[in-house]
T-cell receptor, first 111, second 115 residues
Framework: QKEVEQNSGPLSVPEGAIASLNCTYS??????FFWYRQYSGKSPELIMS????GDKEDGRFTAQLNKASQYVSLLIRDSQPSDSATYLC???????????FGKGTMLLVSP | GAVVSQHPSRVICKSGTSVKIECRSL??????MFWYRQFPKKSLMLMAT?????????EQGVEKDKFLINHASLTLSTLTVTSAHPEDSSFYIC???????????FGPGTRLTVT
């Protein structure tokens, strides 16, 4: 059974710090990985996608993928209170757009 | 780019009536659309996957006769909740994908309340 695991949190960080969110997946043939942000009462919003091993940076966000360890992470630099949300990690198989979601990690950034 | 709209954003209906929710991809063609529901403080639950022009694939435990899905074009999918009951009250979210190996882009969601 395909699974994506995340620590539910909450992860609390002070404003300006780096928030590190982690995710592991069980299916070795997963190929594409995504991070979504979901504010309370809202729908998920795509932040990053990553397909190959290594780092991918976009503004304050860096996604990291290690397929050998089946590990995906999201770093948020200079965290802001507006980053407080639940972050969902998701994976899909080659040739599919169906996503397996983790349960999400709640991030709280305190001013 | 990659905007998905949903209508209505909120709906209140009486028990026993049917409600239709529309999902549109505004600036891309969506070969696949997905329907999720989410209860308060719970995870997203995939209900069904639909490909344009073919029947939807429902997840285990989702009643296909109760949740009717139509994906008539590459930019429009509809979810009809038939004979709604209070336990169907939830946040229904659609997403759309341009194709395999691509991201899913989510609509803003529809909050359904059945009285």
């Amino acid at each position: 059974q395909k699974e994506v695991e995340q620590n539910s949190g909450p992860l609390s960080v002070p404003e300006g710090a780096i928030a590190s969110l982690n995710c592991t997946y069980s299916d070795r043939v997963s190929q594409s990985f995504f991070w979504y942000r979901q504010y309370s009462g809202k729908s998920p919003e795509l932040i990053m996608s990553i397909y190959s091993n290594g780092d991918k940076e976009d503004g304050r966000f860096t996604a990291q993928l290690n397929k050998a360890s089946q590990y995906v992470s999201l770093l948020i630099r200079d965290s802001q209170p507006s980053d407080s949300a639940t972050y969902l990690c998701a994976a899909s198989l080659r040739g599919s757009s169906t996503l397996t979601f983790g349960k999400g990690t709640m991030l709280l950034v305190s001013p | 780019g990659a905007v998905v709209s949903q209508h209505p954003s909120r709906v209140i209906c009486k028990s026993g009536t049917s409600v239709k929710i529309e999902c549109r991809s505004l600036d891309f063609q969506a070969t696949t659309m997905f329907w999720y529901r989410q209860f308060p403080k719970k995870s997203l639950m995939l209900m069904a996957t639909s490909n344009e022009g073919s029947k939807a694939t429902y997840e285990q435990g989702v009643e296909k006769d109760k949740f009717l899905i139509n994906h008539a074009s590459l930019t429009l999918s509809t979810l009809t909740v038939t004979s709604a009951h209070p336990e169907d009250s939830s946040f229904y979210i659609c997403s759309a994908s341009p194709g395999p190996n691509h991201e899913q882009y989510f609509g803003p969601g529809t909050r359904l309340t059945v009285t």
